[in-house]
């Protein structure tokens, strides 16, 4: 089992940027793929961004292309959402995931943070 823990959210001008952090503890292993996701009010998780164990691979919605990147330290077992050019559309909660099911690009995942909220004022 992995325990996740996301930091970093908060409120944000549209145009503006954030970071998301997840420490991941509780596995003595890293090798797994790790993810971000997010849930607005009324509508369904969706993947936002998820990286391989080696960050070789990465996944990105179509949405978040050019504006987040993800990134991950495996020596300090966290991995990053850099959030730029906000958009209102982007206020939801983030959560971090780790194993994910279907892979990369889907929306289940073994392992969950608690999440985080974002908001992004227009």
């Known amino acids: 089992q992995v325990q996740l823990v996301e930091s970093g959210g908060g409120l944000v001008q549209a145009g503006g940027s954030l970071r998301l952090s997840c420490a991941a503890s509780?596995?003595?292993?890293?090798?797994?793929?790790m993810g971000w996701l997010r849930q607005a009010p009324g509508k369904e998780r969706e993947s936002v961004a998820a990286?391989?164990?080696?960050?070789?691979?990465?996944y990105y919605a179509d949405s978040v292309k050019g504006r987040f990147t993800i990134s991950r330290d495996n020596a300090k077992n966290t991995v990053y959402l850099q959030m730029n050019s906000l958009k209102p559309e982007d206020t939801a909660v983030y959560y971090c995931?780790?194993?994910?099911?279907?892979?990369?690009?889907?929306?289940?995942?073994?392992?969950w943070g608690q999440g985080t909220q974002v908001t992004v004022s227009s």
């Open positions: 995931a780790a194993v994910p099911v279907t892979g990369l690009s889907g929306s289940i995942w073994r392992n």
């Open positions: 509780g596995r003595t292993s890293t090798n797994y793929p």
């Open positions: 990286i391989t164990w080696s960050g070789g691979t990465t």
